[in-house]
């Protein structure tokens, strides 16, 4: 017979056995092929177009940052849309295929209404050449002159405005009257759209030289345009975009979000891919432990090492397979639920496509069975490598102890986490926090190593106190004892949930609260200014004029690069641009330089950061722009406030020339008469005052708080079965025991009251060393960040994690008792084990 035979004969004979393992590939799977499903959808997803939906291609400014001599694949994805030379039009209509090339202004404009802003939807403003590009057919009226305007069809029936009326649209001042000049329809409502004439089109967008985008129309029959379009402007740092690529470079949210999933799913993924091998290298090293007996008695009738591991590699390979493909396509629908739940938190547009194709679940499917034929590897090596006398020997019992290499490995990898724990407090920001919880998981695989020796010495200190319990205490604390390892198993997965959940949540708290205690006491403002759509610059310079202290707000990000031996990593930072007054208005605890030099063509820098990087008041730093393009700047200062306001302040001039808006984000003012502050607003509709606020805007945070928690939460639903599926295998096995137990006098009730003398104590092993790989991380995060030892968050929601470990702990035990309880002693005694 052969090995693929025999494995497959035994499969089907202890199904029950295989179960386990069965559920741990499967779910592990589908996790990770639904984080491949998301990274493909971040280069590969997207929305129907609306405004270039004629346009056989787009060409617009690379959004790719990336170092010209980088040796990696590291690159950044710019936030904002920089323009493109409006000669490149001209280039491009001289390429073969090419029918026209359509150059196109983009800039905010929003109609006014008797109650403001109409602000519910983005609308832009356009030059009206580039309504072909859609085409927006006009329905009523005519093409715009230099005072008119055509509104889209929604737009219009919103307003109520009719040709020949008169309406207000606010675009970077205060709003001016058009005549609207016609109607123009269009498929798709994402956006609303406004055309002007040619001149003053470039105008309000404020760069005449400069379009926002050219629209390729192609010849009948051209093929391969895009690519000759590429070729041909490969010197020009543009991106060509065809297909479903369009719409990234039409709408700006599915731009982010095309990048936001894909640095997303490569993280998540990361996570996801660590987490499940472990649970189903646990899954099946406990799986192979209860079959000791088998593999001794195999060895015993002269089965030679080899072919016990081939046996236990074929095994796990026939049922990671079945469990594999299963979880691959059940990973399709994982992924449309993690995209509704992105969508409700605004991380996804609701209406962004995910692009689904073979690639990601036949890569999970791979890394599923990979996974388990590595734990069928590491988990067979011990049955397989002892002589068959000694195999029977230890078939009865437990190992007494664990392999010198095991512990080795997991004493280097706990000094290793609790070497990491201390990164915050050198380290502040959002990496500091990051550090911390992958400084917990280290400490978790470093705990599931050295397990059997530290929940052994646990035991042995609470074994007399249950040793007083009664007979079914007595049992229980014989049974930890001798089965330490057993319990170890059953403790790792639960003490992977309660550390992994209370290390994410509270390092977000902690960190968020830190980030608004250095706000509050950074804004020394008095009035706070903010719109629906922005501020324009206009406010802050004519408060400047009537002789009150303010500054314009701009937030904005840069991308910096950062080098180390040979590798090179690339990341956006989020930045500020203020003004050379703000100084009255803001207390960025500045160490070195003045803000008043804060001019175009410099920079600050937070304190930490600039001695990261060697620099000093004077030096000159290279970074990029939020729309990628190359800034080279001049220290004019240092600064300890970088949590509120980033390790980079740019001068607001600079901030606003690199964004699609060019608009300030708030202005914030010192002293001042706040009744003229409001007349003042009161020229700007949807702009308002605000009294003693934290001016800046947090809802970025807060979503990447939701969306960190939708993460973890998927990850513990997984951790979450594995653990019952974990305690289920462990309990059931010893239904023999059990059956032996009742066969010599002990009561059924005494044995289930045995078995909640476990779990209890499985449950509290798991909470306090949970709380513990927990604990050090987030309080040395705590004092990096808020100068206390004591983590930020809701006391409840730890008691919370606590209480729902326990109850599904306690529970699958229960459960998995009963069910072992049901038959007679004296059958249950002589069936297979």
């Known amino acids: 017979m052969s090995v693929l035979s025999l494995a497959w004969q035994t499969v089907k004979a202890r199904t029950s056995g295989f179960v386990g393992a069965f559920v741990a590939v499967l779910c592990g799977t589908a996790l990770v092929a639904a984080c491949g499903i998301l990274m493909e959808s971040g280069f590969r997803g997207g929305v129907p177009t609306q405004r270039y939906a004629a346009a056989d291609a787009v060409v617009t400014a690379d959004r790719t940052v990336q170092p010209p001599d980088a040796e990696s694949i590291e690159f950044e994805h710019a936030s904002e849309q920089a323009p493109v030379p409006a000669a490149l039009a001209a280039k491009i209509a001289a390429v073969p295929g090419v029918r026209a090339a359509v150059a196109e202004q983009t800039f905010p404009a929003v109609v006014v ?73 269009a498929g798709g409502d994402r956006q609303a759209a406004l055309f002007f004439s040619a001149a003053r089109a470039a105008e309000l967008a404020g760069h005449p030289d400069r379009v926002s985008a050219v629209g390729v129309l192609a010849e009948p029959g051209a093929r391969d345009l895009a690519d000759r379009l590429a070729e041909a402007l490969k010197d020009d740092h543009v991106t060509v975009s065809e297909g479903a690529d369009r719409s990234a470079a039409e709408f700006d949210d599915v731009s982010r979000t095309k990048s936001i999933l894909a640095i997303l799913a490569g993280s998540f993924g990361g996570y996801a891919v660590l987490v499940a091998i472990f649970v189903v290298a646990s899954t099946l090293a406990l799986a192979t432990e209860q079959r000791r007996r088998e593999f001794a008695l195999l060895r015993a009738v002269g089965a030679t090492p080899r072919q016990v591991r081939r046996l236990i590699g074929v095994e796990t390979t026939v049922v990671a397979a079945v469990a594999g493909v299963l979880g691959s396509l059940l990973g399709i629908a994982v992924s449309i639920g993690l995209r509704d739940a992105f969508a409700a938190i605004g991380v996804v547009p609701d209406d962004f496509a995910l692009s689904i194709s073979a690639i990601p679940p036949a890569i999970a499917l791979v890394i599923g069975v990979g996974a388990a034929r590595l734990a069928a590897w590491s988990a067979a090596r011990r049955p397989s490598s002892i002589n068959p006398v000694e195999a029977l020997g230890e078939a009865a019992v437990q190992r007494r102890d664990v392999g010198k290499v095991r512990l080795a490995i997991g004493w280097v990898l706990m000094v290793v986490g609790l070497g990491a724990t201390a990164t915050p407090l050198f380290l502040r920001g959002q990496l500091g926090a990051a550090t911390s919880v992958m400084a917990a998981l280290v400490l978790i695989i470093a705990l599931a190593l050295v397990g059997p020796r530290v929940i052994g010495g646990a035991v042995r200190l609470v074994a007399p106190v249950l040793g007083r319990a009664g007979v079914s205490g007595y049992l ?18 639960l003490m992977l949930a309660i550390g992994f959940f ?15 205690q250095e706000t509050t006491r950074s804004i020394t403002a008095d009035h706070v200014v903010t719109g629906v759509t922005g501020v324009s610059p206009e406010v802050a310079d004519t408060l400047r004029r009537q002789g009150t202290a303010a500054t314009s707000l701009v937030r904005t990000q840069v991308i910096t ?129 605000a009294e003693r606020v934290a001016a800046q805007d947090r809802s970025d945070e807060r979503t990447q708080f939701l969306l960190n928690l939708i993460a973890v939460g998927v990850i513990l639903g997984y951790v979450a079965i594995s653990v019952s599926n974990t305690l289920v295998m462990s309990t059931a096995a010893r239904r023999r025991e059990f059956a032996l137990l009742r066969l010599v006098g002990t009561g059924r009730r005494q044995v289930v009251r045995m078995m909640r003398t ?42 919370g994690a606590l209480a729902g470990a326990a109850v599904l702990g306690i529970v699958s035990i229960a459960i998995s008792t009963r069910m072992s309880l049901r038959g007679k002693p004296i059958d249950t005694i002589g069936t297979r084990e």
């Open 502 to 516: 209370v290390v994410n949540y509270y390092s977000q708290t902690t960190f968020t609260a830190a980030v608004q």
């Open 113 to 185: 209404g008797a109650d403001g802003p109409l602000a519910d939807k983005p609308a832009f403003g356009h030059n009206w050449e580039s309504a072909v590009l859609a085409p927006y057919a006009l329905k009523d009226g005519k093409a715009p002159a230099d005072d008119e305007v055509v509104l889209d069809s929604g737009l219009a029936a919103r307003t109520g405005a009719r040709v020949g009326d008169e309406v207000r649209v606010m675009t970077r001042s205060v709003p001016a009257a058009y005549r609207v000049a016609g109607i123009a329809e």
């Open 476 to 493: 229980a604390s014989a049974n930890a004892l001798k089965n330490s390892r057993r319990l170890a198993a059953a403790v790792t997965p």
């Open 561 to 689: 690069e950062s080098r180390s031996s040979d590798s090179v990593q690339v990341e956006s930072r989020p930045a500020n641009g203020l003004d050379a007054t703000a100084g009255a208005a803001v207390d960025l605890g500045v160490v070195t330089g003045t803000l008043s030099d804060l001019v175009p063509g410099t920079v600050a820098l937070g304190a930490d950061h600039a001695s990261w990087e060697n620099k000093k008041v004077g030096d000159t730093v290279e970074f990029w722009y939020a729309d990628g393009q190359k800034a080279k700047l001049r220290v004019v200062a240092t600064y300890r406030h970088d949590l509120a306001f980033g390790d980079y302040v740019l001068s607001a001039t600079d901030a606003r020339a690199h964004t699609v808006s060019g608009m300030d984000s708030a202005v914030l003012v010192k002293s001042g008469d706040a009744n003229a502050l409001r007349e003042l607003a009161g020229r700007y509709p949807g702009v308002q005052v």
């Open 758 to 799: 476990e779990a209890v104590l499985t449950v509290g092993l798991a909470a306090v060393l949970g709380t513990l790989v927990a604990a050090v991380p987030l309080m040395l995060l705590a004092i990096g960040m808020t100068g206390s030892p004591v983590p930020v968050g809701p006391v409840a929601v730890y008691l």
